[in-house]
């Protein structure tokens, strides 16, 4: 898909899908049916927006080797991969977002349905990109064709996956200073 995002046209027929359902996407069919006829729709649905997505990518992203290019041989690569949970982890421990805006985006996805996330992912992606934060697509558009019928799970992996990221970085010391004795508080 990103040898299509060559030509300055189709980057831009590609980018009228941003946030779009499949039916207001006429100008992503010539680039996609071939990939996408027997696909189930929400997988359909999927596989357009994150054409949209790469598409929209900022210039100096454009140029960064796509993510899990050197994992891809593997059978079980897959799960080693980063979803977008681990994207937006490395997003703040590295300063381009901040802890709570993408915590809070990430609870309110993990709560909707594919209609209400979509939209939503063209900007944050774009925020993601332009702090130079990869996003893996293969393992985008595997969540989202799934999302509907899967959501608790692939919302739990985004989750445990962010706050992995987020928490290796804040780790409280061993001391067990900051522990309270709650042994007092259990007999009673």
Not at 24 to 35: A, D, I
């Amino acid at each position: 898909m990103f040898g299509l995002c060559e030509s300055k046209r189709t980057r831009a027929e590609l980018r009228r899908g941003l946030g779009l359902p499949v039916e207001r996407c006429n100008y992503l069919h010539r680039y996609l049916v071939p990939w996408t006829a027997d696909a189930h729709p929400d997988a359909k649905r999927a596989h357009y927006a994150v054409a949209a997505l790469i598409a929209a990518r900022p210039r100096t992203a454009r140029d960064l080797p796509a993510p899990g290019a050197a994992d891809s041989e593997g059978g079980g690569a897959r799960r080693a991969r980063a979803n977008l949970g681990a994207a937006l982890g490395q997003a703040v421990t590295r300063g381009v977002l901040k802890p709570a805006t993408a915590e809070s985006a990430l609870h309110l996805m993990s709560r909707q349905s594919a209609d209400a996330v979509h939209p939503g992912l063209p900007a944050l992606t774009r925020q993601l990109l332009t702090g130079g934060i990869p996003v893996d697509w293969a393992v985008l558009v595997e969540d989202l064709s799934w999302w509907n019928r899967d959501r608790d799970r692939i919302a739990t992996a985004w989750l445990e996956s962010y706050f992995r990221i987020t928490s290796a970085q804040t780790a409280p010391d061993d001391t067990g200073a900051d522990i309270p004795d709650v042994t007092e508080e259990n007999q009673r």
